[in-house]
């Protein structure tokens, strides 16, 4: 299973971005997948969660009307558009998923991309 995040960058607070994570070695359609952020010195932390379907998702509260996650089946890739970014959003954000092997539960992690907000 390989997860890659891409689209983070350095913007000014109010801007935007958009990220991606492009999954593979997994039946991507079937799997509920989700955002996490870590900032330097803190733990790492749930933003935003969506379902195998796209129709289910659920939202960190320091984010709530500001980030949509979103995911294209097709492309085994989910998003997440941020907008109006506070430099309280500054973080490395990670996707991840998780599967059941056998009694375990495995999760996997993107390699993180890099998001800051200047002031």
């Known amino acids: 299973v390989q997860l890659v995040e891409s689209g983070g960058g350095l913007v000014q607070a109010g801007g935007s971005l958009r990220l991606s994570c492009a999954a593979s070695?997994?039946?991507?359609?079937?799997?509920?997948m989700s955002w996490y952020r870590q900032a330097p010195g803190k733990q790492r932390d749930l933003v935003a969660a969506i379902t195998s379907d796209g129709r289910g998702t659920n939202y960190a509260d320091s984010v709530k009307g500001r980030f949509t996650i979103s995911r294209d089946n097709a492309k085994s890739t989910i998003y997440l558009q941020m907008n109006s970014l506070k430099p309280e959003d500054t973080a490395v954000y990670y996707c991840?998923?998780?599967?059941?092997?056998?009694?375990?539960?495995?999760?996997?992690w993107g390699q993180g991309t890099q998001v800051t907000v200047s002031s």
């Open positions: 991840k998923t998780e599967r059941w092997v056998g009694v375990r539960l495995i999760q996997y």
């Open positions: 070695g997994i039946t991507f359609s079937i799997y509920a």
